[in-house]
């Protein structure tokens, strides 16, 4: 592993959740905000933070048409107010999940697991989208930025979007790309981006192709000079996946891997990883002894 491109990859192996105080005590107070009836939505997650102190997150499930919502929760005198901005109805996108992205303007950008217009993927019809949600004086809008086809481009974004200063997005599909994983990819780094025209193009990046170089790649992160960094979550020499680095090349980006997991001590199918003040790389393995014979046909 190469230390002077990460500085320091930190590799936690996740086996509980403690929420830490700044004195000796590890207590804690939890507060309910809000209670989801399955009508509005079940299985919260990806909450972000707006400006004025406003909670937007999305629900897997649930909702009018049970593929899941997009909510609003709103702190009042007494107490936090939902409110369903968007009901997902399996057109325009089914089980939305992972990270929101909130602009300047206050429009919201996410990715949906199904759903969407066009492709056929493997368990699904359909292969998932890239949407945006604006806000306007006649309220929220839903608009689908692209439907993932199950092709080059990807299909099955499970893990959200990140956005860059020059308004491109870039997020990470669980399979698509090159069909030599399962029969159904080992899943694309892409890009979207906003064209001249008001239309949005889709870019695959980099595409998982014969599991050596990993599979299933979930959350990405940028640093401040447009290199992307991830984790896949199987894959790699030792099956237990990898973290790795797109740099941008004049003609294309440069892939590269920085570790490999081996799924014993420091633990395997990484994920999520986020950074520290001070560059370093942190993430969480989860290791299963049951995946390593599921993995071993990635090579074949």
Request: hydrophobic share 35%; with cysteine; aromatic share 14%.
């Amino acid at each position: 592993m190469n230390s002077t491109m990460l500085r320091a990859l930190r590799l936690v192996l996740l086996v509980a959740v403690a929420l830490e105080s700044a004195g000796p005590s590890y207590a804690q107070t939890e507060t309910v905000l809000h209670s989801f009836n399955g009508f509005e939505g079940s299985y919260p997650n990806s909450l972000i933070f707006d400006a004025q102190g406003n909670l937007y997150g999305t629900t897997y499930i649930g909702g009018t048409y049970s593929y899941g919502t997009i909510f609003r929760l709103t702190p009042t005198s007494g107490g936090w107010k939902e409110t369903v901005l968007h009901n997902f109805s399996g057109s325009d996108g089914e089980y939305p999940s992972g990270k929101l992205v909130l602009d300047a303007a206050g429009n919201l950008y996410g990715t949906t697991f199904g759903g969407g217009l066009q492709g056929s993927c493997y368990y699904y019809q359909t292969c998932g989208t890239i949407y945006r949600l604006s806000h306007t004086a006649e309220g929220w809008t839903h608009t689908v930025l692209y439907s993932f086809t199950g092709h080059a481009d990807g299909s099955q974004p499970a893990a959200g979007l990140i956005a860059d200063a020059a308004g491109n997005f870039y997020g990470t599909t669980a399979s698509g790309g090159d069909l030599k994983i399962f029969g159904s990819g080992g899943g694309v780094v892409f890009e979207l981006s906003p064209t001249a025209t008001g239309e949005w193009r889709e870019t695959a990046l980099y595409s998982f192709h014969d599991g050596f170089d990993g599979a299933f790649p979930g959350p990405i992160l940028l640093d401040g000079m447009g290199n992307i960094y991830g984790a896949a979550g199987a894959g790699g020499t030792y099956n237990y996946g990898e973290a790795f680095k797109l740099v941008p090349r004049k003609g294309g980006w440069q892939f590269s891997t920085i570790y490999q997991f081996n799924g014993q001590a420091e633990g395997g199918i990484p994920c999520c990883l986020e950074w520290d003040a001070n560059g370093s790389l942190f993430g969480v393995n989860t290791r299963s002894e049951e995946h390593t014979s599921e993995l071993q046909s990635l090579r074949h």
